[in-house]
C-alpha cells in the first residue's frame, strides 16, 4: 500500500540523500485529487473513483540525481463537510497541491479560495502548486489556460494542466514540486522534525510524536 | 440451555389441536401468547388463540391512523394538503395523498396486507437518483424512505432525486405541521398497500413508505438507522445548530457524497438479519484463532485509542476495547452496523490509510472519534482494521499500530487462516428438515460488557436467489414483528406455510427463529430445536465472540 522507505535519513548515507515532506491534495469536490494521486502512486486511473471520505494518507517516492524525495501525501476530501477539518492535515505540510477543474470555473474560484487560506495559516515556507486537471477534456474548457497561469504568476504558485486520466504533466507536476523543496534543510535531523511534524521511518521522532497528542 | 420441557412448549402441544382446522392452501400461524405481560387494550375485535392468515386475508389489528395520544384522528385530506405552489417539475406528490385518501377510507374496514412482489429494481444496489418519479415503476419500489428537514427541504430520497421529489416532500411536512398544530404527533398512516411510518428527529423528518408487512416499529427501527447513519457524518450537535441559524437550510450540501451510504443502508437493512436483531454477526473461526487475533490488537495500542476492530468479508473477526471507555458506554451493535456498513459502502477506503472523523450516535450522538481505516490486503481488500482514537492528531501513532498488528499477523500467517474462515452451512448442525435458523442468546458472560450477537448459517437452497432469501427475511421479519409487538407480545410462533414452516421462540436466554421444510411436523420440529440448541451450546466457542477483549490506554479517558 504505502511505499516504505528502505534507506534511513540519518546522513550517514554519502551517495543518496532521502528526504521526506508532507504534501496536502486541497481542492473541490470531483476535481481529480484522488485521480491524481493514485495516478502518481499506482498507476493507475478509475473512471467510477469513489468520492473521498476524511482523507487518505498515502507515500511515493521520487528520484532526483542524487535524491530521493519521499512525499507524504495527504489527499483530502473535497466534500464542504470535511472543510473544517483542513488545517488538521495541511499543518505542518511543506507542499501543497491544489485542485481544480478546467471544465469547472467555480472549482477555480474554490482553488482561489484554498491557496488564500494557506498563505494565511499553512506554513510560512510551503510550496503551493496550483493543477488545472482535466486537461484531457478541452473540449469542454471553462477556465482558460493564461487566466490560470497569469493567477499563479501574481501569487507565486507553480502551475501546470494535468490529466489523471491520461497521466500528462501527473509527474511531472509531482517532480517540479520536488526540486522546489528546500533539501538541504531535511538534512539536519533536528529542524528536519520540526519542520516536517513526524518521520515515520525515524525512530527518534517517537518521543515527539506522542506529545503531539496533546 | 435444556428448556424444552417449559410451559410454553406445553401450550404449544395443547394447542396442536386448533392446527387440525388449518387447511392445506393456507398458512396456518398458532400463537401462544404471553399472558403474563398482556396489557390487553387491543381495540379492535378480538384477540384469537389461531389466527388464520392467507395471502389475501385481512389484518384487524392495523388501524389506519395511528398517532401517539391514541385518538383516530381522521382527517381531511383536501385540507391540510394543499396544492404545493411550484410550477415545476411534474411530481407525484399526489402519489402520497391517494394512499393517506385510501386509508382513511378504511378505517373502519379491513385492509388487505400484501406483500408485492419483489421487482427486479428493488433488489439492486444502484443509485436511483436518475429515475422518473412519475413511472410506475417509481411507485412500486418497496420501500420508499425520504428524509427532510422541518422547512420541507428535501435531503434525501431513496429512489428519484431529492429536487424532482420536492413537492411530495412538501406535502408530506404539511402532514407533519398539520397534525403538529393540533398539538399531536402523526407516526403512521395505514392503506390496503402501503404503511407511511413518519419520525421526527430534532429538526429532521424521515418518512418510511412501505409495502412490505413490517411492523411499525421495525420500520420505525430502520428510520432511526438513516437518522443515525446522518449523525454519525454530522454529529446531532452540528445539525441542530446549522437549523437554530438557518431554518430552511439544504443540508444535502453536508451530505453531498453520502447518499450511496444512506442507499448501502436500506439495502443491508432488507437484506441483512443483523438489523432487525439488533445485534452483530461475527465470522466463525476457531477460538484459538481468535484469541491470538485478539491479543494482537490488545498488544497494538496508543494513548487514546479506545476501539479496535477487525473485519474481514463485511463481518466482525474480534474487538478490543478500552476498560474505562467501555465502563463509561458500551459499544452499541447499531453503531458498529453503521460502521460495518461505511465500510462496505465506499471503495474510497481501498485509496489508502484512511482518517476521518466518526460520530457513533448510540454511544454519543455530539461527538466525534477518529476513525482510521486501512485494508491489511491489498489488492484484494477484504480483511479491513478500523481503529478508533479520540485524538485527532493520532494518525501518525495509531498507523504504528496498525504497522504492528500487519508484522504480528504476518508472523502467524494470519492473513491466510482468515482467507480460509466463511460462514457454516445449516448441514453441519446435523438436523434434517431444518433449513435455516437465527440464534441471539441472552445468556453471555460478562453480560455488561457484551457486544450482543447472534449466528446464522448461510442461506442456501431454496432460499439462494434473491427473490427468495427476500421472501424468507420477510417472513421472519413478519413473526419478528409478532413476538415483539408491543401490546401483545408473544413468546412462540409456530407457522405452517405452503413452502415452509417456521418456528419462532423466544425465553429469556435466547431468541431463536428457524425454518424448516414444509412437511415438517411439530414434534419433529421441536426435536430439531432441541438438537440445534445443543449444537449452538457445543459450538458457540468459534461461533461468538465469548470475552470481548480489552486494554487499557488512556489514563485520562473521556467521551469527548
Ligand atoms: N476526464 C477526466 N476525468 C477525471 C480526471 N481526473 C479525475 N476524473 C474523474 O473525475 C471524477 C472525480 O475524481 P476524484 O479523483 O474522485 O475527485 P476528488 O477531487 O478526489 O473528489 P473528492 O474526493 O470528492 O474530493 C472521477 O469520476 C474521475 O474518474 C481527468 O483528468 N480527466
Ligand atoms: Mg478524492
Request: proline residues 4%.
Amino acid at each position: 500500500m504505502t511505499t516504505r522507505g528502505n534507506a534511513r535519513t540519518n546522513g550517514n548515507l554519502p551517495q543518496t540523500k532521502i528526504c521526506q515532506f508532507k504534501l496536502v491534495l486541497l481542492g473541490d469536490m470531483a476535481v481529480g485529487k484522488s485521480s491524481l494521486v493514485l495516478r502518481f502512486v499506482k498507476g493507475q486511473f478509475d473512471e467510477f473513483q469513489e468520492t473521498t471520505i476524511g482523507a487518505a494518507f498515502l507515500a511515493q517516492s521520487v528520484c532526483l540525481d542524487d535524491t530521493t524525495v519521499k512525499f507524504e501525501i495527504w489527499d483530502t476530501a473535497g466534500q464542504e463537510r470535511y472543510h473544517s477539518l483542513a488545517p488538521m492535515y495541511y499543518r505542518g505540510a511543506q507542499a501543497a497541491i491544489v485542485v481544480f477543474d478546467i471544465t469547472k470555473p467555480e472549482t477555480f474560484e474554490r482553488a482561489k479560495a484554498w491557496v488564500k487560506e494557506l498563505q494565511r495559516q499553512a506554513s510560512p515556507n510551503i510550496v503551493i502548486a496550483l493543477a488545472g486537471n482535466k486537461s484531457d477534456l478541452a473540449d469542454k474548457r471553462l477556465v482558460e489556460y493564461e487566466e490560470a497561469q497569469t493567477y499563479a504568476e501574481d501569487t507565486g504558485l507553480l502551475f501546470m494542466e494535468t490529466s489523471a486520466k491520461t497521466a500528462m504533466n501527473v509527474n511531472e507536476l509531482f517532480l517540479a514540486i520536488a526540486k522546489k523543496m528546500p533539501k538541504t534543510d531535511t538534512q539536519n535531523p533536528t529542524h528536519a522534525a520540526r519542520h516536517r511534524g513526524v518521520n515515520l521511518q525515524d525512530p527518534d521522532a517517537q518521543s515527539s510524536r506522542s506529545c503531539c497528542g496533546n | 440451555m435444556e428448556t424444552t420441557d417449559s410451559p410454553v412448549v406445553t401450550s404449544l402441544h395443547q394447542s396442536d389441536k386448533n392446527e387440525m382446522q388449518s387447511e392445506n392452501n393456507i398458512d396456518s400461524i398458532t400463537e401462544v401468547e404471553d399472558h403474563m405481560t398482556l396489557p390487553r387494550i387491543e381495540r379492535s375485535k378480538e384477540t384469537k388463540l389461531l389466527d388464520t392468515l392467507t395471502e389475501n386475508n385481512s389484518n384487524p389489528r392495523y388501524l389506519p391512523v395511528d398517532i401517539q395520544k391514541e385518538e383516530a384522528v381522521v382527517f381531511d385530506v383536501s385540507e391540510t394538503v394543499k396544492a404545493p405552489e411550484d410550477g415545476g417539475h411534474e411530481d407525484s406528490g399526489e402519489f402520497v395523498v391517494a394512499m393517506l385518501a385510501r386509508g382513511k377510507l378504511e378505517e373502519q374496514d379491513v385492509c388487505k396486507r400484501i406483500s408485492p412482489p419483489i421487482l427486479e429494481t428493488s433488489l439492486e444496489a444502484s443509485t436511483h437518483w436518475d429515475e422518473d418519479v412519475t413511472a410506475e415503476t417509481w411507485r412500486q419500489h418497496r420501500k420508499h424512505v425520504f428524509v427532510l428537514s422541518e422547512a420541507g427541504k428535501p435531503i434525501y430520497s431513496r429512489y428519484g432525486s431529492e429536487e424532482a421529489l420536492s413537492s411530495t416532500m412538501g406535502v408530506m411536512m404539511a402532514l407533519v405541521s398539520f397534525i403538529q398544530s393540533g398539538d399531536n404527533v402523526i407516526r403512521s398512516v395505514y392503506s390496503d398497500e402501503h404503511t407511511v411510518v413518519f419520525m421526527q428527529q430534532g429538526p429532521l423528518v424521515l418518512v418510511s413508505v412501505s409495502s412490505t408487512r413490517q411492523s411499525e416499529q421495525q420500520l420505525r427501527n430502520e428510520l432511526l438507522y438513516v437518522y443515525n447513519q446522518i449523525v454519525s457524518m454530522l454529529t446531532q450537535a452540528s445539525i441542530t445548530r446549522i437549523f437554530e441559524h438557518k431554518k430552511n437550510y439544504d443540508l444535502r450540501r453536508l451530505l453531498a457524497g453520502s447518499e450511496k451510504i444512506l442507499d448501502g443502508l436500506l439495502n443491508l437493512v432488507d437484506f441483512d438479519p443483523s438489523f432487525l436483531l439488533s445485534a452483530v454477526h461475527c465470522l466463525p473461526i476457531a477460538s484459538s484463532f481468535r484469541d491470538s487475533l485478539s491479543q494482537i490488537l490488545q498488544k497494538a495500542i496508543t494513548p487514546n485509542l479506545v476501539f479496535s476492530i477487525l473485519i474481514a468479508k463485511n463481518q466482525l473477526l474480534t474487538i478490543a476495547q478500552e476498560k474505562m471507555v467501555i465502563e463509561d458506554a458500551k459499544l452499541d451493535p447499531s453503531d458498529l452496523h453503521l460502521l460495518l456498513n461505511l465500510i462496505g459502502a465506499s471503495s474510497a477506503f481501498q485509496a489508502g490509510e484512511i482518517w476521518t472523523p466518526i460520530c457513533l450516535p448510540s454511544f454519543n450522538p455530539d461527538c466525534y472519534f477518529y476513525a482510521y481505516i486501512s485494508y491489511l490486503d491489498p489488492p484484494e481488500c477484504t480483511v479491513c482494521l478500523l481503529l478508533l482514537s479520540t485524538d485527532n492528531e493520532a494518525f501518525y501513532a495509531v498507523a504504528e499500530c496498525k504497522r504492528k498488528i500487519e508484522e504480528a499477523m504476518q508472523a502467524q500467517n494470519a492473513l491466510t487462516s482468515i482467507a480460509k474462515a466463511q460462514s457454516y452451512s445449516v448441514s453441519q448442525v446435523g438436523v434434517s428438515d431444518l433449513r435455516h435458523f437465527m440464534y441471539k442468546p441472552f445468556d453471555v458472560p460478562d453480560n455488561h460488557h457484551q457486544l450482543t450477537q447472534f449466528t446464522s448459517p448461510e442461506m442456501e437452497a431454496p432460499y439462494d436467489s434473491e427473490e427468495e432469501k427476500m421472501r424468507l427475511l420477510d417472513l421472519y421479519r413478519d413473526m419478528h414483528g409478532r413476538i415483539h409487538n408491543t401490546s401483545r407480545p408473544l413468546k412462540l410462533i409456530y407457522h405452517v406455510g405452503l413452502r415452509e414452516t417456521l418456528l419462532a421462540w423466544v425465553t429469556t436466554k435466547f431468541e431463536l427463529y428457524t425454518c424448516f421444510s414444509p412437511l415438517v411436523t411439530k414434534s419433529c420440529a421441536i426435536n430439531a430445536i432441541t438438537k440445534l440448541l445443543r449444537w449452538v451450546k457445543k459450538e458457540e466457542d468459534r461461533l461468538f465472540i465469548r470475552y470481548p477483549p480489552k486494554y487499557s490506554t488512556t489514563p485520562n479517558a473521556s467521551k469527548s
